[in-house]
């Protein structure tokens, strides 16, 4: 398929730019993928959108501090954005600014080399190593770049789920961000049943389609990790035919890797899963889910939950009634 066929035209004032103060007051767009019906709701309400004995599946991983300034050895400003560690003092990284840069010079007076340039990816070693701790006192929120300004102390709580615990991400989960802790009771108390998996967002999720057919793009892998609890839960639901709600693609990828012919496989694993229309879903039967960007793997797996067509014309309706897209905007419910 065409990757222009998953294109839409977006306002530039409903990216948003920043979190509703309340999580739970964001818009919800309802759909219904059977029938192509829409209704207007509030994040707030979900619990009564959903049937008892629904599993509701969320992913905890948290994000680190992984956007850095450095200066190259020409004294040019590099920004880079740490995806993953590869060992102690070696971590996959995207960079921008000075393409040849060779050395960095980062704050502490820690430098990094680039060791290699495999596509998008610059592999940096680091001396002295680096850690989570470091990164908390001279890393930045990592934003993504339609979010036109600085991050600030805000940020570090609102782009970080209610429920994360893992570090691990380059960028949040963002269905999950409009789920608040008494949002959370109200769904166990409602009889749905919550549990989490962990994916760690790197390149996999957030990295554009730029091939002119969608068949022709490369997802890079990602880790993630399935519960014990998690799989007795999503078994005993798949086999006795009640829904599954992933919040998040994340957690789509995740369910739908890990399933086998025995239910869930619990345990670590890693995934290049790449969804697009055709695919047969096997474990999620609803979905809670920001908007996504035109040409984006993420509208690509969505269309293949919903269809393309009854996806796009959500989007149009969306965008005709002001709905604010992208990881700080509002969300859809796709029952």
Avoid at 304 to 317: D, H, K, M, P
Wanted: hydrophobic share 40%.
């Amino acid at each position: 398929m065409e990757t222009s066929l998953f294109s839409f035209d977006l306002p530039p004032e409903l990216i948003a730019q920043e979190p509703e103060s309340d999580r739970e007051n964001a818009r919800l767009l309802v759909l219904d993928r059977a029938t192509g019906r829409t209704r207007d709701s509030r994040v707030r309400e979900v619990a009564g959108a959903l049937a008892p004995g629904t599993v509701v599946v969320l992913n905890d991983t948290r994000v680190r501090k992984a956007r850095l300034f450095a200066k190259s050895e020409k004294g040019r400003k590099v920004e880079v954005l740490l995806l993953a560690r590869r060992e102690a003092a070696v971590w996959e990284a995207l960079t921008g600014g000075e393409k040849n840069a060779r050395t960095l010079g980062f704050a502490d007076g820690v430098m990094g080399t680039i060791e290699s340039r495999e596509e998008d990816v610059r592999v940096i070693r680091f001396e002295p190593a680096i850690d989570d701790a470091w990164l908390e006192r001279n890393g930045h929120v990592p934003l993504p770049p339609y979010v036109r300004r600085p991050d600030t102390r805000a940020d570090e709580e609102r782009y970080q789920t209610v429920y994360s615990r893992a570090v691990g991400s380059a960028a949040a989960p963002t269905a999950g961000l409009h789920f608040t802790r008494r949002l959370l009771g109200e769904l166990q108390a409602a009889g749905i049943l919550v549990c989490h998996v962990t994916l760690h967002v790197g390149l996999g999720t957030f990295l554009p389609i730029r091939s002119a057919r969608i068949e022709d793009h490369r997802m890079h892998e990602e880790e993630f990790s399935v519960p014990r609890e998690t799989k007795e839960l999503v078994d005993t639901a798949v086999r006795e035919g009640r829904p599954v709600l992933a919040v998040g693609t994340t957690v789509v990828r995740t369910l739908e890797t890990a399933w086998t012919d025995d239910g869930l496989s619990a345990g670590e694993g890693r995934t290049r899963m790449y969804i697009t229309p055709g695919f047969r879903f096997k474990v999620v039967s609803q979905l809670f889910t920001n908007f996504h960007m035109p040409q984006s793997s993420l509208l690509v797996l969505v269309s293949a939950f919903a269809g393309r067509e009854l996806i796009l014309q959500t989007y149009r309706e969306a965008i005709r009634k002001r709905y604010r897209f992208f990881s700080y905007g509002d969300a859809m419910l796709i029952t």
